[in-house]
């Protein structure tokens, strides 16, 4: 029982990369058939829905997870006492980043999710709201950051990284991910938008 | 940059408290300029004449100190909101970096005030007992020397061994605080040596065990201030990078042994 408290913050650790940042890249990946047009985009989310075992897979690999690392996270948040305005480093300030989009993403993925997949909403047509436009970017680039920066903090939580060199290596791929991913996901918003 | 020549006073500007359970207080002070004093002197010339920048005469500043060398840890307190050791830390060098406003003294704020600038630190001596930071070697015989530790890992317990326990990285820690009981980083460090050490090594499973207690390793949230603040530029954050690859693997191996 003493290693509980140990085994709750790695488990919150691992199920972020595997299975919540590999479903990053499949929505994404899915997403991305707005490039091909409308009329694949539309068939593609046809067919997901209409996939097997589709809410079996949401709820095991995605609603499940995502439920406890939220909730765990937040007691993570909690748990801090930031101090960016004492300790101006760069790592301070990525540490209080990822308790501030941590915020953002519970508020934005509930209200994504329940638009979307329970009020079954149109995104395309709500992106046409500036509002909801630059609120999309926030949430989806706060998504990318938490799990970009939050990669690297896995492979010195995992051990993956160890000295400065390794830890620097990770940091700049990390920081190069971020950009990549977040210039991928701001390309779908605006192909959504203006489709 | 500011011309030491120009410089009349040193004016310090002091966060008093009259004993743990009263509120602190702010207090300023000057003495004349003095080439080469750091802030143990100055806080000796105030002893001498504990009188306050508006002429008022106060109990003398309260503070700690001991090697006067950055070794001991003794008088870590936050200079200018840095924590740090007031024996190392040089006036000239201070003024000449944040100009001729008064220096700020304020204790550790991680740590229960006794008096003005003395602070508690024993907490951190429990968390050394609570890693099992020691060799053990008392026992019903004798065990030995043990085999030579090589020169690779004699390099990293070397870094490690520089730690005096001053707690500057705990208080630049954002996750030690009174939410939460985590070890520190200087501790996890600890263990990393006593687990490379021939003869502690015998209790290494005692140390990992600790360190995946409650308030153990997992309560690092990486924001690595520890390694930025540390006097001794002890690399903690591969040590503790290192630690949670240790850890890790113990806590799987214990799991797939029992």
């Known amino acids: 029982m003493s290693k509980f408290s140990f085994f709750l913050r790695r488990f919150h650790s691992l199920i972020a990369v595997v299975p919540l940042g590999l479903f990053i890249f499949v929505h994404f990946m899915l997403n991305s058939a707005i490039f091909l047009g409308s ?3 539309v068939t593609m989310m046809g067919f997901m829905r209409g996939f097997p075992f589709v809410q079996v897979l949401e709820l095991l690999l995605i609603a499940i997870p995502i439920i406890f690392h939220g909730i765990y996270g937040i007691y993570i948040v909690y748990l801090a006492k930031n101090n960016v305005l004492q300790y101006k480093y760069y790592r301070n300030f990525a540490f209080y980043l990822q308790r501030i989009t941590a915020i953002i993403l519970v508020a934005f993925i509930i209200w994504h999710v329940y638009t979307l997949r329970f009020a079954d909403a149109n995104l395309a047509v ?40 390794a830890q620097k290596i990770f940091a700049i791929c990390a920081t190069l991910l971020f950009i990549v991913m977040s210039l991928w996901a701001v390309a779908i918003l605006l192909s959504l938008a203006l489709a | 940059m500011v011309d030491l020549k120009s410089v009349k006073y040193i004016k310090l500007r002091i966060k008093r408290r009259d004993d743990p359970k009263s509120p602190s207080y702010w207090q300023d002070f000057q003495i004349p300029y003095r080439p080469n004093m750091n802030i143990v002197s100055v806080l000796m010339e105030i002893r001498k004449n504990p009188v306050t920048a508006d002429g008022q005469t106060v109990n003398p500043v309260v503070w700690e100190c001991n090697c006067l060398e950055e070794v001991c840890g003794a008088c870590s307190m936050l200079i200018n ?10 006036t000239d060098k201070l003024i000449e970096k944040y100009g001729d406003r008064p220096i700020q003294l304020e204790p550790l704020t991680k740590f229960p005030v006794i008096r003005d600038l003395m602070v508690d630190r024993s907490k951190m001596f429990d968390n050394l007992k609570r890693v099992h930071a020691w060799v053990q070697v008392d026992g019903s015989w004798a065990i030995g020397r043990g085999p030579r530790l090589a020169d690779k890992d004699q390099r990293i317990a070397y870094e490690i061994a520089h730690c005096m326990t001053c707690g500057c990285c705990l208080e630049a820690c954002p996750n030690y605080n009174s939410k939460s009981d985590f070890v520190g980083p200087n501790a996890i460090a600890q263990v990393r040596m006593f687990n490379l050490h021939a003869i502690g090594r015998m209790q290494a499973e005692e140390r990992l065990d600790a360190l995946v207690a409650k308030g153990g390793i997992q309560d690092c949230g990486n924001s690595q201030n520890c390694k930025r603040v540390c006097p001794k530029h002890i690399n903690l954050t591969a040590h503790i990078a290192a630690m949670n690859r240790q850890a890790n693997a113990y806590v799987i191996k214990n799991f797939l042994d029992k």
């Not at chain 1, 500036?130 to 939580?157: D, E, K, Q, R, S």
């Not at chain 2, 909101?81 to 040089?90: D, E, M, N, S």
Request: neutral net charge.
């Open chain 1, 126 to 165: 709500m992106l046409h709201s500036p509002l909801i436009f630059v609120l999309y970017v926030i949430g989806v680039l706060a998504a990318i950051y938490h799990f970009t920066n939050g990669l690297f903090t896995f492979c010195i939580t995992w051990g993956i990284c160890v000295g400065d060199r």
């Open chain 1, 39 to 41: 009329d694949a985009y």
């Open chain 2, 81 to 90: 909101g840095v924590p740090r050791q007031a024996c190392a830390a040089l």
